[in-house]
């Protein structure tokens, strides 16, 4: 890993230098709409999240619980194209600073062609691309555009991942590891797992600077938790639920109370 | 060099692991374990036991000459996997991981099932093994397949109908994969056909291998010599792999995969993945699939819930890619029209899904001529299918559902 050429790295690096850690936000593009899924991801940032997730609809996703997959169904429903997600990357950029990282499944990024997508996703002002279903192993086309592009691309380590396997996570991705909190898919848990803890500690081990973790996080309680010993938190689902049942206000309301999950944190570290 | 020795992750260009991390470690113990078990004579001593006394096999082959005047006088040759134990070749594969999640020591399968029937072949190993079960299943066809929900509840099955997405074969898959990320530590997902993540296209060709070496013997003892070609339905493509794969090196034998034309493989309705899709990636693996420009799934359509799938198998992505099989789309209308001139022709019903190796086999004879022999996998048995045939022929005596 390479910190210091990534702007994730570097927001990421900046609240854990100044004794926190960073917010990262989920939303997926195109829900409700396409301009209200921009707004929102604004109204994150302006709530104090520091780094913007946006998620690309996709038909088939196995990482995903059942509020994503309603709100990317839906999204799809509603006519999403792959072009609509850049627009939304560069609608957000050109509101607010903080670097937005795309998450997609492969197959949209194969067939529009990996290099075709790494220039677009530049050339819109995104920082890089969270892969949930794509390992390094089966990376290489990926790690080829990212190096020629300077994106940052962020792989999964997950509890039930070897030394080795978490060694190859860490050496691959660029901004930071998304680190797992617990077997599963996406969508809020009242606790994360211990795992969380005993993963961030081997990917330090297996030579993290810069270690997320995501997976089940809804609480600013949790967010704190976390980020006493990790170096950012991810909350997606209770994000996504909070804009459907709330909207904008809903989401932006949420943003606050989690960012509060920032402030006051004591690091184990 | 022999096409027999491929054993993945990459059949050529197609296959791989595309999946979440948090499955990877279950995958790579899948493997190793696999690997081990292959080599073992145990296991392979107790699987060909289970075969002998509990499927029934080695499966017959059945000559049907009076089909066969449908198919321009060609030799057809059946292979008979409906009479398997469960009603297909659906449990060659599950006894296969069955012993495997034992020696692996989990306690709990999953499954995904499209027609039900590798859903009630799991249902059948759990029973059996004294493992806890659950079979996911798109709502859709828990509806057209309402008996096979039934038989797998009969066995102690838990049956989940998934409500999202097309809420078909393939949703059933997602639900699956969602599910095995989860509870991974005590479950082993029993896949059922050639398709999905590294090892399941090589371990279940591997179970399934053993329909095309007894075929292979068989027809060669009945007549003499190896068949002009062998045919097979294909959806993800177990059995076409199965009943193909004793052949591979064998260049004169032409191999035929028959996939699921719905209205006709050039409407927007059909499952004709190899015929008119494109290589992507979908359920861990990459192979062709129907999809849009974006690289979304696009739903697919058929009569027979078993080939009705957006993916294939990358092993067949590869014999397609490399000419060594080749796939024709076969409409619903002539796969009914199969089912039902092998019914009243040779006294056999079979599964919707194996009629369109019929239909693809009747077209073919014709092509070939009354010299040539075509060895077919009848995969499967029709009762399941007989309140699609009824709605289909009109067959249900309407005034007795009238109360």
Known sequence: ?????????????????????????????????????????????ESGVDVIELGIPYSDPVMDGPVIQAATQQSLADGFKLRHGFEAVAAITSQVSAPVVMMTYWNPVVQYGVDRFADDLKAAGGAGLITPDLVPDEAGAWLTAS?????????????????????????????????????????????????????????????????????????AAQVREILGYADGAIVGSALVKSLADGGIEGVRALARELAEGTRDVVRSV | ?????????????????????????????????????????????ELAELHRSYTGRPSI????????????????????????????????????????????????????????????????????????????MGEVDTERQALNVARMRLLGAEVVAVKTGSRTLKDAINEAMRDWVTNVGNTNYIFGTVAGPHPFPAMVRDFQKIIGEEARAQVLELTGRLPDAVTACVGGGSNAIGIFHAFLDDQDVALWGFEAGGDGADTLRHAATITKGRPGVLHGARSFLLQDEDGQTVESHSISAGLDYPGVGPEHAWLASTGRAQYRPVTDAAAMEAFRLLSRTEGIIPAIESSHALAGTLELGKELGPDATILVSLSGRGDKDMETAGRYFDLLDEGALQV
């Open chain 1, 1 to 45: 890993m390479t910190p210091g050429t990534s702007a994730v790295a570097t927001a990421i690096a900046a609240r854990r230098d100044a004794g926190s850690g960073a917010l990262i936000g989920y939303l997926p593009a195109g829900f409700p709409t396409l301009s209200g899924s921009i707004d929102a991801a604004v109204a994150l940032v």
């Open chain 1, 147 to 219: 190096d020629r592009t300077g994106l940052d691309r962020v792989f999964l380590a997950a509890p039930t991942s070897s030394d080795a396997r978490l060694r190859q996570a860490v050496q691959s991705s660029r901004g930071f590891v998304y680190a797992v909190s617990t077997m599963g898919i996406t969508g809020a848990r009242s606790d994360v797992d211990a795992a969380a803890r005993v993963l961030i500690d081997r990917l330090r081990d297996a030579g993290a600077t810069s270690a997320c973790v995501g997976v089940g996080v809804s609480t």
């Open chain 2, 1 to 45: 060099m022999s096409l027999r020795t491929e054993s993945g992750p990459y059949f050529g260009d197609f296959g791989g692991r595309f999946v979440p991390e948090s499955l990877i470690a279950a995958l790579d113990e899948l493997t190793a374990e696999y690997e081990v078990a292959k080599q073992d004579p145990a296991f392979a001593a």
């Open chain 2, 61 to 136: 082959i059945t000559e049907v000459p009076r089909f066969a005047r449908h198919a321009g006088g060609a030799r057809v040759i059946l292979k008979r996997e409906d009479l398997n134990h469960t009603g297909s070749h659906k449990i060659n594969n599950v006894l296969g991981q069955a012993l495997l999640t034992r020696r692996i020591g989990k306690t709990r399968i999953i499954a995904e099932t499209g027609a039900g029937q590798h859903g009630v072949a799991t249902a059948t190993a759990a029973a059996l093994f004294g493992l806890e079960c659950v079979v996911y």
